[in-house]
């Protein structure tokens, strides 16, 4: 069965620097989603992408956080400028249509020290 | 606006006995309901999903979710436990453009 893939798996990075997520969304999918779980926290969205722009974003992101689907089968989340309450499980996920359930992917740990 | 509640954090049963994990929901409007299971260091895995054809839904695995409008719930049930159910469950309901909300799930574990 087709997956959401992520990369990596768990991300480091040291507060005020870059980082950028990646996922691959299942192929044939045209919806493309960001949620976030902070630890011991719910799973928060982010935002949706679609047609090669932002359909919908929560309040949590703002002008730090960017999203861009590069080329046919990446769709990547940058943080600008990390800080430490970024860190969390950050999960990708597709959806065929607009209403056809979501598939997430494994997520990607990130920890801002 | 729309929230979801899971009523216990953490529910324990043992193998081959009943599985019930409680959801109440708020929506404003006519909800799609679902429920996905997280194992760990998984991701999240659509077990199920409600959108209105009709109230009792079945999904992977054996489990089960009845949809109760008047209740405002869409409780998880399976009939038997086995060891690999082991895991976190989250309660999710759909608003406008998919933005999913999530319960704060519900971590179960099932004693041999």
């Known amino acids: 069965e087709p997956e959401v893939t992520q990369t990596p798996s768990h991300q480091v990075t040291q507060m005020g620097q870059e980082v950028i997520l990646r996922c691959v969304p299942i192929?044939?999918?045209?919806?493309f989603y960001w949620y976030r779980q902070i630890l011991g926290q719910k799973v928060e969205f982010l935002v949706s992408?679609?047609?090669?722009?932002?359909?919908?974003k929560s309040e949590i992101f703002d002008d730090q956080f960017s999203v861009e689907r590069p080329d046919g089968s990446n769709f990547t989340l940058k943080i600008r400028s990390t800080k430490l309450e970024d860190s969390a499980m950050y999960f990708c996920?597709?959806?065929?249509?607009?209403?056809?359930?979501?598939?997430f992917g494994n997520g990607t740990r990130l920890t801002v020290t | 606006a729309q929230s979801v509640t899971q009523l216990d954090s953490h529910v324990s049963v043992s193998e081959g006995t009943p599985v019930l994990l409680r959801c109440n929901y708020s929506?404003?409007?006519?909800?799609?309901l679902f429920w996905y299971v997280q194992h760990p260091n998984k991701g999240l895995q659509l077990l199920l999903k409600?959108?209105?054809?009709?109230?009792l839904v079945k999904g992977i695995n054996g489990f089960e979710a009845e949809f109760k409008k008047s209740e405002t719930s869409f409780h998880l049930t399976k009939p038997s436990a086995h060891m690999s159910d082991a895991a976190e469950y989250f309660c999710?309901?759909?608003?406008?453009?998919?933005?999913?909300?999530f319960g704060g799930g519900t971590r179960l574990m099932v004693k041999p």
């Open positions: 996920a597709s959806s065929l249509t607009r209403d056809s359930p979501l598939h």
């Open positions: 992408f679609y047609n090669n722009e932002i359909s919908e």
């Open positions: 929506s404003s409007y006519s909800p799609s």
């Open positions: 192929s044939n999918h045209l919806y």
């Open positions: 999710v309901v759909s608003g406008s453009g998919n933005m999913l909300t």
């Open positions: 409600y959108t209105s054809a009709a109230t």
